[in-house]
Structure formats: structure tokens, C-alpha cells
């Protein structure tokens, strides 16, 4: 269910004097199963770019394929795309609408032509696996807080069943707890059902903790597509285009010029409290 980007370009305004790409040549391959961070400042090509994968948005040059289909061929299915590949954005309330909770996860396998039962029986397994209580399944979803309308929100998409899981910076605004709720909730989806997720996210720590493969844009390009490691590796690269690596890696490279025999490449807690033990029992 591989999702590939072929030499992928996107101008928004292609009459424009100045040509202004948003997307470069990107070329880019989604596995099947896979766990990915998609980092970059603000004007990377991020959005621009996970648009791109569920057909909001046609590459102005260059291909993409699903399952081996170029998306952009006339006789190409793109509302069973748009089934497949769910896009969760950023702000919740922009796909709220019904006046229930229930309703409103309803309401996409209900526009996939699912009978009301089957489309009820999806919507209560989504918003079970998100963790929403069953307290709030009949409540406004604009009477929930930022998290809850999230929870809902990925319900909605996951009522569908898609292959390819979507969400555009899902903790922006939300405490602490908050955001480690829905980080763990995504973790669970892709642990236990195998869901390809493609995370968007602002914050180094979050993509270091979960995700298996970073994509960092930069102007439009990929500029890496690695592992969390090997991308962290590039604190000053990172810092050149307004990026910053964990906060795990400054530790470990202050501990290191300090005389202490560290892992420079760990990047979560669990990694930096592992090697921090065992340089200070080195030292004993």
C-alpha cells in the first residue's frame, strides 16, 4: 500500500512573473506500516505536501502513485483516495459540523454508502479506540476541550478504516497530558493495527519518541529521510533552517564535552538515562 512521490512539484500560482515552488522535485516513498515525523519551519512545504498525498492537492509536475496507480489518471478513483489515505488537520473545528459526537464520526462511512447500522458500529469502534468516553459520544463536539475535539476529530477518519493515517501537528495547543494522551492513542493505532502514520509535528521530543523515519523539508525539498538518530545527528544543519534537534541531544553533547563517555546518539529519555548510568558507573 506503498505511497510514492515521483519528481513532485507544486506551484500555487502558475501564472505568477516569479515562478514560487512549494514543492521541489520531491521524491519520497510512504511504506506500508511505517511510523513518520514530518518536520520543517513554517513555508517548508509541510502542508503543501501532505495535501499532495490524499489528492486535496495535483502535483504541478511529477507523479504519485497508490498501489501502483498514478492518482492524477482521469479514471483514478480519488474519493476512495481520500477513504484510504485520511488527512486529520490541525484545527479540529474545521471538520466538526454535526450537532452529535456520534453523528459526526457517522457521518464519513455514511458518505461511503455504509448502512446506518454499519456506519454506527464503525463510529463507536473509532471513538473507542481514540479513548473517548462513552459520556460524551452524544454531546456537541463544540462543547468538548481542544483534546476531545481531536479525539473526535481522528474518530472521524478512523471510522473509514484508511491504510494511511494523516494528522497535521494533532497536539498543538494541548497541555502536556493532553498530548501525551493523543500520542499515545496514534502509537496504539499503529502498534496494534498496523495503520501507516504520518505525523506532522513542531516538536523534536515527539517525533524523537515516536516515530521511526523523519522527513525534514526544507524550501520546498526533502532534505532528510532517515532515522530519528541519524536526522539528530545534524544539530547544526537543523539549526541553520530554524530547527532544533531534542533537547536530549544538547544534554548528551554537554555531558560529552564535559569528559563524559555518552551516547551522542541517543535521543529519547529511556536512551539518555541508559548512557548516563553508565558512563557515571564507569567513573565509580
Do not use: W
Given at each position: 500500500?506503498?505511497?510514492?512521490?515521483?519528481?513532485v512539484?507544486?506551484?500555487y500560482?502558475?501564472?505568477?512573473?516569479?515562478p514560487?515552488?512549494?514543492?521541489?522535485?520531491?521524491?519520497?516513498k510512504?511504506e506500508?506500516?511505517g511510523f513518520?515525523?514530518?518536520?520543517?519551519?513554517?513555508?517548508?512545504?509541510k502542508s503543501?505536501?501532505?495535501?499532495?498525498?490524499?489528492?486535496?492537492?495535483?502535483?504541478?509536475?511529477?507523479?504519485?502513485y497508490?498501489?501502483?496507480?498514478?492518482?492524477?489518471?482521469?479514471?483514478?478513483?480519488?474519493?476512495?483516495?481520500?477513504?484510504?489515505?485520511?488527512?486529520?488537520?490541525?484545527y479540529?473545528?474545521?471538520?466538526?459540523?454535526?450537532?452529535?459526537?456520534?453523528e459526526?464520526?457517522?457521518?464519513?462511512?455514511?458518505?461511503?454508502?455504509?448502512s446506518k447500522?454499519d456506519?454506527e458500529l464503525?463510529?463507536f469502534?473509532?471513538?473507542t479506540?481514540?479513548?473517548?468516553d462513552a459520556e460524551?459520544?452524544?454531546?456537541s463536539?463544540?462543547?468538548?476541550?481542544?483534546g476531545?475535539?481531536?479525539?473526535?476529530?481522528?474518530a472521524g477518519?478512523l471510522?473509514?478504516?484508511?491504510?494511511?493515517?494523516?494528522?497535521?501537528?494533532?497536539t498543538?495547543g494541548?497541555?502536556?497530558?493532553?498530548?501525551?494522551?493523543?500520542?499515545n492513542?496514534?502509537k496504539?493505532?499503529?502498534?496494534?493495527?498496523?495503520?501507516?502514520?504520518v505525523l506532522?509535528?513542531?516538536?523534536?521530543?515527539?517525533?524523537?519518541?515516536?516515530?521511526?523515519?523523519i522527513?525534514?523539508?526544507?524550501?520546498?525539498?526533502?532534505?532528510?529521510?532517515?532515522?530519528?538518530?541519524?536526522?539528530?545527528t545534524h544539530?547544526?544543519e537543523?539549526?541553520?533552517?530554524?530547527?532544533?534537534?531534542?533537547s536530549?541531544?544538547?544534554?548528551?553533547?554537554?555531558?560529552?564535552?564535559?569528559?563524559f563517555?555518552?551516547?551522542?546518539?541517543?535521543?529519547?529519555?529511556?536512551?539518555?538515562?541508559?548512557?548516563?548510568?553508565?558512563?557515571?558507573?564507569?567513573?565509580?
Amino acid at each position: 500500500m506503498s505511497l510514492i512521490f515521483n519528481h513532485v512539484s507544486h506551484q500555487y500560482d502558475p501564472d505568477a512573473a516569479i515562478p514560487v515552488l512549494a514543492l521541489k522535485d520531491v521524491n519520497l516513498k510512504i511504506e506500508d506500516g511505517g511510523f513518520y515525523g514530518l518536520i520543517g519551519h513554517t513555508g517548508s512545504g509541510k502542508s503543501t505536501l501532505v495535501q499532495h498525498m490524499n489528492g486535496l492537492l495535483k502535483p504541478t509536475a511529477g507523479e504519485i502513485y497508490y498501489e501502483g496507480r498514478d492518482i492524477c489518471d482521469k479514471d483514478f478513483d480519488i474519493k476512495s483516495l481520500r477513504h484510504e489515505v485520511g488527512l486529520v488537520f490541525q484545527y479540529p473545528e474545521h471538520q466538526l459540523f454535526e450537532a452529535t459526537v456520534f453523528e459526526d464520526v457517522c457521518f464519513g462511512p455514511k458518505n461511503m454508502g455504509l448502512s446506518k447500522k454499519d456506519a454506527e458500529l464503525r463510529a463507536f469502534e473509532a471513538l473507542t479506540q481514540v479513548g473517548l468516553d462513552a459520556e460524551y459520544f452524544y454531546a456537541s463536539p463544540f462543547e468538548l476541550s481542544g483534546g476531545q475535539k481531536r479525539r473526535v476529530a481522528i474518530a472521524g477518519v478512523l471510522a473509514m478504516k484508511p491504510k494511511i493515517l494523516i494528522l497535521d501537528e494533532p497536539t498543538a495547543g494541548l497541555d502536556p497530558k493532553g498530548r501525551d494522551d493523543i500520542l499515545n492513542q496514534i502509537k496504539k493505532l499503529h502498534d496494534e493495527q498496523g495503520i501507516t502514520i504520518v505525523l506532522v509535528s513542531h516538536s523534536m521530543e515527539d517525533v524523537a519518541n515516536y516515530v521511526d523515519t523523519i522527513i525534514v523539508m526544507n524550501k520546498g525539498e526533502v532534505m532528510y529521510n532517515d532515522s530519528p538518530k541519524n536526522v539528530f545527528t545534524h544539530v547544526e544543519e537543523l539549526e541553520a533552517i530554524g530547527l532544533a534537534a531534542p533537547s536530549v541531544t544538547y544534554i548528551m553533547r554537554a555531558l560529552s564535552a564535559q569528559g563524559f563517555d555518552v551516547d551522542l546518539t541517543a535521543t529519547t529519555t529511556r536512551e539518555a538515562a541508559d548512557t548516563i548510568i553508565n558512563a557515571l558507573s564507569d567513573r565509580m
